[in-house]
């Protein structure tokens, strides 16, 4: 290393706010945080080590094009839990949640509890930016809501289509939102 460049790293170590980054200096801000320190474009390796509970995902299901490849039994507010991690081209981009003590022919309690997981990511992200109610007159009972928290998108849904029904949370990166740095 000649003089001059001993130099600056040694300033660099002194002033890293100004130090380039191949020297060391300031990087960019860390990766959005999807879901409990999970970051966007983490690979299916640091996910398992994140949630050691976690397991490799075989044929894995896929999501808007994104293929599952990591999920674990968890508790979400007091209710037996599937977090499965989706990853993309660029790395980990979706978590789902989905909640599987959900009962069929308990629609008002399936809805109480739906509306129950919405207040509490209401408390973490703001009122819901749109929500869909259900409809009394409806054959079928759903009701979904979404929020932004720029640039991870959350939205919970739960629906009766077929048995069983369904509560899940989709935490997932606009990568719109965030720019091209994504």
């Known amino acids: 290393m000649s003089t001059p460049l001993l130099a600056l790293a040694v300033l660099a170590a002194w002033m890293p706010g100004w130090a380039p980054s191949w020297l060391g200096g300031p990087h960019g801000p860390p990766p959005p945080e999807i879901w409990h320190g999970a970051r966007f474009g983490m690979t299916p390796r640091q996910v398992l080590k994140l949630f050691p509970a976690a397991r490799p995902t075989v044929a894995g299901a896929s999501l808007a094009g994104d293929v599952e490849g990591a999920s674990m039994l968890t508790r979400v507010a007091d209710h037996d839990t599937v977090a499965r991690f989706f990853f993309g081209k660029k ?92």
């Open 91 to 182: 790395g980990l981009s979706t978590v789902e949640l989905d909640i599987t003590d959900v009962e069929t022919g308990r629609t008002a309690g399936n809805l109480v509890e739906a509306h129950e997981f919405g207040e509490l990511l209401a408390q973490k992200y703001g009122p819901a930016q749109a929500c869909a109610s259900p409809q009394q007159q409806a054959l079928v009972q759903s009701y979904r809501c979404r929020w932004t928290s720029d640039p991870v998108r959350i939205e919970l849904e739960y629906r009766e289509a077929a048995p069983p029904p369904t509560l899940t949370v989709v935490y997932r990166v606009n990568v719109d939102a965030g720019g091209s740095g994504l």
